[in-house]
């Protein structure tokens, strides 16, 4: 295991498609982050999102222990305070930086898999942000999965916000 001292000094490679660092495609890290993205896209870290992946059963799912979730949680944030440009209410993702990162997961059944992760995790709150939408709407268009073969959930109700 690297130390924090190591890390510091090794600049993470930083990926062709998108400014953040890279991951080889369809990796355990590279599904994480996207899974991080939703976490995060309403602007903070709720309990009952991590819950929800505790439930679902997400971290083995995406091939990842708890604690290098966390760690790519904390180098997601790491890596978009130094390159991404600050908005109003928070940091942005342009289109082709979302579609770099989408582009790091190639497997279909990987991108079912985390179509289903991404929603659980934007609907536990019970609240549907603009960004959390526009997130896994993104995720849609990217990929294009087909809505026939994926696994049916309940639509909760949502509040938008």
């Given at each position: 295991?690297?130390?924090?001292?190591?890390?510091?000094?090794?600049?993470?490679?930083?990926?062709?498609?998108?400014?953040?660092?890279?991951?080889?495609?369809?990796?355990?890290?590279?599904?994480?982050?996207?899974?991080?993205?939703?976490?995060?896209?309403?602007?903070?870290?709720?309990?009952?999102?991590?819950?929800?992946?505790?439930?679902?059963?997400?971290?083995?799912?995406?091939?990842?222990?708890?604690?290098?979730?966390?760690?790519?949680?904390y180098?997601?944030?790491?890596?978009?305070?130094?390159?991404?440009?600050?908005?109003?209410?928070?940091?942005?993702?342009?289109?082709?930086?979302?579609?770099?990162?989408?582009?790091?997961v190639?497997?279909?059944?990987?991108?079912?898999?985390?179509?289903?992760?991404?929603?659980?995790?934007?609907?536990?709150?019970?609240?549907?942000?603009?960004?959390?939408?526009?997130?896994?709407?993104?995720?849609?268009?990217?990929?294009?999965?087909?809505?026939?073969?994926?696994?049916r959930?309940?639509?909760?109700e949502?509040?938008?916000?």
């Amino acid at each position: 295991m690297m130390s924090m001292q190591a890390r510091e000094t090794f600049r993470p490679f930083v990926g062709t498609h998108h400014p953040l660092r890279a991951y080889p495609t369809n990796s355990p890290r590279a599904k994480a982050r996207l899974v991080v993205l939703a976490l995060l896209a309403d602007g903070g870290l709720d309990k009952r999102e991590m819950a929800a992946l505790d439930r679902r059963g997400a971290f083995a799912a995406l091939g990842i222990s708890r604690e290098d979730f966390v760690q790519v949680l904390y180098d997601f944030c790491s890596d978009v305070a130094g390159q991404l440009p600050v908005g109003s209410g928070g940091y942005r993702l342009t289109p082709k930086t979302l579609g770099g990162l989408f582009g790091e997961v190639a497997d279909r059944e990987a991108r079912e898999q985390l179509l289903q992760l991404i929603f659980s995790v934007i609907s536990s709150d019970g609240r549907l942000s603009d960004a959390e939408e526009g997130l896994f709407w993104s995720a849609i268009d990217h990929w294009k999965p087909d809505a026939g073969k994926m696994p049916r959930t309940t639509m909760p109700e949502l509040h938008y916000g």
